[in-house]
């Protein structure tokens, strides 16, 4: 009798948009297939824990659903009916459509649309080679971190912080504004296991009940909006009671007296009005932090996507400053890595071929710029061809009504590569079947750790798909490109790219699978100084500074920013009309719109719903259960209504990016999200949002 072969195990890298960039071992069944995916045990950050999602792969690398030819549309945009053609003929009509809107309208007019469907460098970025090889529109990334970012930078100067690892030196741990339990469940690990061998104390802080939350010794559930309230009320305690290192903020921060009297107005009393915290409440918390010198602080991304996000970021970021814990291992504040990674990315991106005279569209705005807005259009022509990889902006983007409406132009020419028909290839004029991870080589940044990863191709891709690289380089050439990246394979952009940036060879990195860039301890941690000329902490936040570290556009007068670190009340107000505030949080199946395709996703999350406590719910005569509607002046969207005590009174949480078809009416979520940019230099609050809710049955 034969005996079956055991699989092989390959070191792979989760492509996907979670701080974790989690190290794999991969089941390679044979050249076609992947059986299990585990992480993997020698990563000192992955500890053989990853997501269910992730561990559930093979259903979404083998989904029957998957794109595996070309096709061009064959009736109305968005009706569904499709003709295959082969490659040959997709990129002929693709080349003779730009070329005829280049001489029409000018190379602006066409716009390469992307975004973090995979995180790997190659096949992410170098989208940007087209871009600028031919002069199109500029795209502004401001979806995810234009709101979180400019608020560290403000404050530190750069990019980095505490080494995550000594979450297991720490006595304290502020988790604030994320909910690793579903998006980086390896934080989680860290955490829980600080606590057994050290008692680490967990504090949690978000907008509800989360499963994190549900993990704490401390679980500080505040409006929507209010972190900033909450953090300066925090360093008036500080004060107060002498909690503060008044040495520490002499010699590292820019701390004087003017901050200090306008903390002095910043009183419990003052922030529990605005947080919905007791005064009590907010002094525990100041008074443990303020008496617990290693303490860390993992700052999320979530409590930014608010239009007062980047003062939310800067003002909590601002409380380890005040108790000196900077100077301690296991001290400190953490964010993202991304300042450490000093890298080449000349020859992915083609950036000697950037003409800087080229607008920039925000991304964020997707649906204005689409719809003829000038503002958004930057005074210039419309947009008449779009050419999109790595996202889904008719189910992502805020303001749907907008995206929908532009995507539906006739008069817009659209090219989606993608790996299933989403909602956005749905609306294309030809769509392109793309690899997943597993079918191509890329490397990938940890900005949750400081490792980077080398993600090799172990199985074929099925079908006709064709990697980003590929399809980007194959364009390039029939329009007319010359440039060395034309010339050579993914594996060897990487390899290259590696090089270039000092990383090393790839032959040798490929034997480990990463390269460690961890800065020192004492520089990342700012243990002497911060990135700024004096070396010190910015209470008085620098967005100027921070504009010129990452070239950030203004969008509004300096003059109406907070002067010190604080609560900034600009978010969208509620009124008689619109009395709740929405947030659209994640949720733990699905990344995004990714993975609503899976089978195990969709049992956890089988439609969409809205929580809301039952009190409410009572005064608006919904039952549990009930099908109801979501409205505000830019759409309505059909939910099912889940009573849910977690949150506070007047706050609905709407878990994950469903599909739009999910909902009935078609309508999703991100319907009622608007898409002007959060200040000062964009981005989009998706969890800011004031609507009203009433039963579906209920005639308006």
Not at 338 to 348: E, F, M
């Amino acid at each position: 009798m034969n005996e079956i072969a055991s699989p092989r195990i390959a070191r792979s890298v989760c492509p996907h948009d979670c701080p974790s960039t989690c190290a794999l071992d991969v089941e390679v069944i044979d050249a076609h297939t992947i059986g299990r995916v585990r992480g993997a045990k020698d990563d000192p950050y992955t500890a053989g824990v990853i997501c269910e999602k992730v561990a559930r792969y093979a259903e979404r690398i083998h989904h029957p659903n998957r794109l595996l030819h070309p096709m061009r549309r064959a009736g109305a945009k968005g009706e569904g009916k499709w003709q295959r053609i082969t490659w040959d003929e997709a990129f002929e009509e693709i080349v003779a459509r730009f070329r005829t809107i280049e001489d029409e309208f000018g190379p602006e007019a066409i716009w390469p649309y992307f975004y973090a469907g995979t995180m790997g460098h190659v096949h992410r970025d170098g989208i940007h080679r087209l871009r600028h090889a031919r002069g199109y529109s500029r795209q502004y990334e401001t979806i995810c971190t234009g709101t979180a970012w400019p608020g560290y930078l403000a404050g530190t100067g750069w990019l980095t912080g505490t080494h995550t690892e000594q979450i297991l030196e720490s006595d304290c741990l502020v988790i604030w504004g994320t909910n690793p339990v579903h998006t980086q469940v390896n934080l989680m690990t860290h955490a829980m296991r600080a606590r057994k061998e050290r008692g680490t104390r967990i504090v949690v802080v978000d907008i509800y009940r989360t499963a994190t939350m549900e993990q704490a010794d401390m679980g500080l559930m505040i409006r929507p909006g209010s972190d900033g309230a909450l953090a300066v009320a925090a360093m008036h305690v500080l004060l107060r009671e002498n909690l503060a290192d008044r040495e520490y903020m002499a010699r590292l921060t820019d701390f004087g007296p003017d901050f200090e009297a306008h903390l002095a107005t910043r009183t419990p009393e003052w922030a529990s009005a605005i947080t919905g915290l007791s005064v009590a409440e907010i002094e525990d918390f100041a008074r443990l932090v303020g008496t617990t010198p290693r303490t860390f602080f993992r700052l999320g991304y979530g409590f930014t996507r608010q239009r007062n996000g980047s003062t939310n970021m800067h003002a909590a970021l601002s409380i380890p400053a005040m108790t000196g814990a900077w100077q301690h291992r296991g001290g400190g504040a953490f964010h993202t890595h991304g300042g450490a990674w000093a890298l080449d990315k000349s020859l992915i991106t083609a950036a000697e071929l950037s003409d800087p005279n080229v607008r920039w569209l925000d991304m964020s705005e997707i649906g204005p710029v689409l719809t003829g807005d000038a503002r958004a259009l930057k005074n210039g022509g419309a947009v008449k061809a779009l050419f999109i990889q790595n996202t889904n902006p008719m189910n992502v983007a805020p303001n749907q009504e907008l995206v929908r409406a532009g995507f539906a132009r006739e008069d817009l020419f659209t090219v989606v590569h993608e790996q299933f028909m989403t909602e956005t290839a749905d609306m294309a004029d030809i769509v392109l079947p793309a690899t997943m991870f597993l079918e191509h080589n890329d490397y990938y940044t940890r900005s949750g750790h400081s490792r980077v990863l080398f993600g090799p191709k172990v199985i074929e891709a099925p079908g006709e798909a064709r990697s980003n690289f590929a399809v980007v380089g194959e364009l390039s050439r029939r329009l007319g490109v010359e440039h060395p990246s034309l010339e050579i394979s993914d594996r060897e952009m990487v390899a290259e790219t590696l090089r270039r940036s000092g990383y090393g060879e790839l032959a040798e990195i490929e034997v480990t699978g990463f390269v460690d860039r961890a800065l020192p301890d004492e520089t990342a941690r700012f243990a002497d100084g911060f990135a700024w000329p004096d070396g010190k902490y910015r209470f008085a936040p620098d967005w100027q500074g921070a504009a010129d570290k990452k070239g950030y556009q203004w969008g509004c007068d300096p003059a109406i920013l907070p002067r010190f670190a604080d609560h900034w009340d600009v978010n969208e107000p509620t009124d008689e009309d619109h009395p709740f505030r929405l947030a659209t949080s994640p949720a733990r199946a699905f990344l995004n719109s990714t993975f609503t395709e899976t089978p195990g996703s969709r049992k956890r999350h089988p439609e969409p719903v809205v929580f809301l406590r039952a009190e409410d719910a009572a005064e608006l005569g919904i039952a549990d259960g009930d099908a109801v509607t979501l409205g505000n002046r830019r759409g309505e969207v059909e939910l099912t209504a889940r009573f849910f005590e977690g949150i506070q009174r007047g706050v609905l949480i709407a878990e994950g990016i469903h599909a739009n078809r999910s909902h009935r009416g078609g309508k999703g979520i991100n319907t009622l999200i608007g898409s002007d940019p959060a200040l000062p230099f964009g981005g989009a609050a998706f969890h800011d949002c004031s609507v009203w809710i009433r039963p579906s049955s209920q005639p308006k």
